[in-house]
Every structure is written in structure tokens, then in C-alpha cells.
């Protein structure tokens, strides 16, 4: 639209025309007056350049320096429009690529990876995490730090309190986290506001992607729009993942337990390989099992199996894989996961075996545990051999305690 044309400018241009025509008409008057007076001619065009010279200043004082400023008004909001516009096509450009992304992404972790760097780009002036889901679905156990540019490593959660995201599945809003209902597994000790956004397969909370900025500052509710349109793409490739997996899985699912066999975990080692992923493993089992079964009976030591599975399966991340492995040899793997955060895991489970025994009708019993990670071996069974060498080796330190392969873990 011309400026001219514009609203704004017409009341403008509408003073300078009344401004103009009655200096003009000043101007004529003065010359007639002046002829009726019988002035001479000299002196009329003197006079009508004073006129003349007075109709400019006036103009330029009191109509055409408001006009150019209001001319100037337009040209920076003109600016400034097309400047929000340009920014609202990156905005879409980005959102399109991401569900591209996400459409294309070959497992789980890189779900919720993509969407993880998608919502850090779309709120670069805010931060972002992927609180990863217990298996009741209720907390958050483990938290990923995340930029545009890719994901950290998980950190365990020890918060207490139950997600409102991840229990409802809706995403849950709060201006700041004095609220009643705030997310408790923010783990920032300033006063923040947070918008969490629940990622679901099947219909239970897996992940929960939270961004985080200053208290009261809240994203507009259209941006919160276009980030839950992620989500619910990210739901319906995991869906799809999950159910190709299921389609094309032999794997056999050990009755005692309810965990599949270790064919489930030779084949997920073997995709995490050939896409160059990393993770750890982790070779566990039961102290001293015969032990157990003579002075407590079969069943009991049945009971005790499915107890340690249960407390595995419980703790662990919910894209880790559970397996038992064979008699009272139990895996877990921890896919983009280093070997002492999966330490840290194990750890966790050792803890909530203690804390679940204390309540059980059943004997206590404690576990050992071997970890290593994919990038210290050469090979799939090497990898296997170092995790049970080094759940060899907590054994031979009286068992009761998680080893690292390079023997340099703690207590």
C-alpha cells in the first residue's frame, strides 16, 4: 500500500492542502489589495515572494516535517512487519524440516532426540529438556539436557512428586514453579516457568519435553500449538517403530520373568552398531542363586528371579532393553547411554531392590552387576565378554556392588 494512501498519512496531506490553499488565498488577496492601492508593480512581486517564502516555512513547520515523520512511522512499521513475517516462514521452515525428521527417524532415541533440538531452536532464548518417563508412567527418572544443536547425557532424577504431563498426557503450563502443580523435575533452584509437552506411545507418557525460561515469561499459546503438533508427530513414529518391531520380532518372552530372551538384546546390539550408536551393557545376576534356593526352596528362588527382573525393568530409562539372558543372567542395555550414567542406573536398581525386599514377604538378596561400554571393545561378543568380566570381578570382591570393565568404578 503507497504511505500516501495509508490512514495514518491523511489527515496529514489533508492540513497541508487547507494550509496550502489558504496561503494561496492569502497570497491573491494580497496581490489585488496591492493593485487597488495602486502600488507599483516591483513592489507586488516583492511582496508576493515574502507571501510566497512565508508559505514555505509555515508548510515545512507545521505540515510536512509531522508528515515525514509520520511517513518515517510507516516505514518502520512496514519494516518491522516484514521482519515478523520473515521470521514466521524460518518458523514454519523449521517445523516442516522437524516433522520430516521425525517422520525419518529410525528409533526411539532419536525420536525424542529430534524433538528435543526441534523445540530448543523454536525457543532458542529458552532451555530445554526430555524427562524421561518411569514405567508407571507418573515421574520423571531420567533428564536430557538438549540444544539446536544435539542432546546431552542423561542424568538420573531423584526429584519426588508426580508429573503433571506425564500423568495426564496433556501438556501442563506453569507461569513459575512456586505453583502447587509445577513440574518437580525441573531441578533448577531460581524461579523458572516451564511448559512440559507429553510424548505418548499407545496411549502411556514416555517422555515429556520441557522447556524452561524466566518466571512469568511463557511462550504465546500459538508457539505451544506448533511444538504439541511435533509431539503428536513424534507419538505416531513411535507407534509405528514399536509396532514394526513387534511385527518382525522372534523374540521369545521368558514366562517366569515376563522379559524377552537374549535375542531381543544380540539384535538391538546389532541395529545400535550398524548405525554407530553408542551405549553401554550391563551383566547382572543374582548372589550366590543355589545358595538361596537350598536354604529358602525353588519357589522362593523363582520369586527372587522375577523380583530383581521387576526391579530392573522399573528403573531403568524406558528405551532401555531388559532381557534375561540366560538361567540367572540378566542384560540391560543402554542405548546413547555412557558406562557410568548406566553404573548410576545400576546403582539405582541395587537401592530399590534394598528399599522393595524391606516390605516383600521374601528372603532378602543382593545383586552384582558388570558394566562396559560399546566403544571399549572391537565386537559384539567382546562388548558381552567385557560386561561379564566385569560382573566377574564385583563377584570376586564379595558381590553386592556394581564394576565398571575398566575397574575404576567406586563403591
Not at 507571501?51 to 507545521?62: N, R
Not at 518502520?76 to 516462514?89: C, I, K, Q, V
Not at 532464548?125 to 508412567?137: E, I, K, M, P, W
Not at 552387576?369 to 560399546?374: A, D, F, H, R
Request: net charge negative; with cysteine; aromatic share 4%.
Amino acid at each position: 500500500m503507497n504511505p500516501a494512501d495509508s490512514p495514518a498519512s491523511r489527515p496529514a496531506i489533508s492540513r497541508a492542502l487547507l494550509a496550502c490553499g489558504a496561503l494561496i488565498g492569502l497570497a491573491a488577496f494580497s496581490l489585488a489589495e496591492t493593485a487597488a492601492t495602486g502600488i507599483d508593480w516591483p513592489y507586488r512581486v516583492i511582496g508576493a515572494i515574502v507571501i510566497g517564502a512565508s508559505t514555505i516555512v509555515i508548510v515545512l513547520s507545521t505540515v510536512a516535517r509531522p508528515l515525514q515523520a509520520e511517513l518515517a512511522e510507516l516505514d518502520l512499521a512496514r519494516s518491522e512487519a516484514g521482519a515478523a513475517l520473515d521470521r514466521s516462514r524460518r518458523r514454519e521452515l523449521l517445523i516442516r524440516q522437524a516433522a520430516n525428521a521425525i517422520a525419518l527417524a529410525g528409533d526411539e532415541g532419536e525420536v525424542l532426540s529430534t524433538l528435543g533440538r526441534a523445540g530448543a531452536a523454536l525457543w532458542p532464548d529458552r532451555d530445554t529438556q526430555l524427562l524421561l518417563a518411569s514405567t508407571d508412567g507418573t515421574t520423571a527418572t531420567w533428564r536430557v539436557a538438549v540444544s539446536a544443536d544435539g542432546v546431552g547425557e542423561p542424568v538420573v532424577i531423584s526429584a519426588d512428586g508426580r508429573c503433571r504431563a506425564l500423568t495426564s498426557g496433556r501438556t501442563a503450563v506453569a507461569a513459575s514453579i512456586k505453583q502447587l502443580d509445577s513440574c518437580p523435575h525441573v531441578g533448577s533452584e531460581a524461579d523458572v516457568s516451564t511448559v512440559c509437552v507429553a510424548v505418548l506411545v499407545d496411549g502411556a507418557p514416555l517422555a515429556s519435553m520441557t522447556s524452561i525460561g524466566p518466571a512469568g515469561d511463557l511462550p504465546p499459546s500459538g508457539e505451544i500449538t506448533e511444538v504439541e503438533s511435533l509431539a503428536a508427530a513424534a507419538t505416531d513414529r513411535l507407534r509405528i517403530l514399536r509396532h514394526e518391531r513387534a511385527a518382525g520380532s522372534t523374540d521369545v518372552i521368558d514366562p517366569l520373568t515376563g522379559l524377552p530372551n537374549h535375542m531381543t538384546v544380540d539384535r538391538e546390539m546389532r541395529h545400535l552398531v550398524s548405525d554407530l550408536v553408542p551405549f553401554s551393557l550391563a551383566a547382572c545376576d543374582i548372589d550366590h542363586l543355589a545358595l538361596y534356593n537350598q536354604a529358602y526352596g525353588q519357589n522362593n528362588g523363582d520369586r527372587a528371579l522375577g523380583f530383581f527382573a521387576a526391579a530392573l525393568r522399573d528403573t531403568v530409562r524406558p528405551g532401555d532393553i531388559v532381557c534375561r539372558y540366560g538361567d540367572d543372567l540378566f542384560v540391560v542395555l543402554f542405548p546413547r547411554c555412557s558406562a557410568l550414567n548406566a553404573q548410576a542406573a545400576m546403582e539405582r536398581v541395587r537401592e530399590a531392590l534394598v528399599l522393595n525386599l524391606s516390605v516383600a514377604e521374601l528372603a532378602p538378596f543382593t545383586v552384582s552387576v558388570g558394566v562396559t561400554e560399546s566403544n571399549q571393545a572391537a565386537s559384539i561378543p567382546e562388548i558381552i565378554e567385557n560386561a561379564d568380566l566385569a560382573l566377574s570381578v564385583a563377584k570376586h570382591e564379595g558381590g553386592n556392588r556394581v564394576r565398571l570393565s575398566s575397574f575404576d568404578s567406586a563403591e
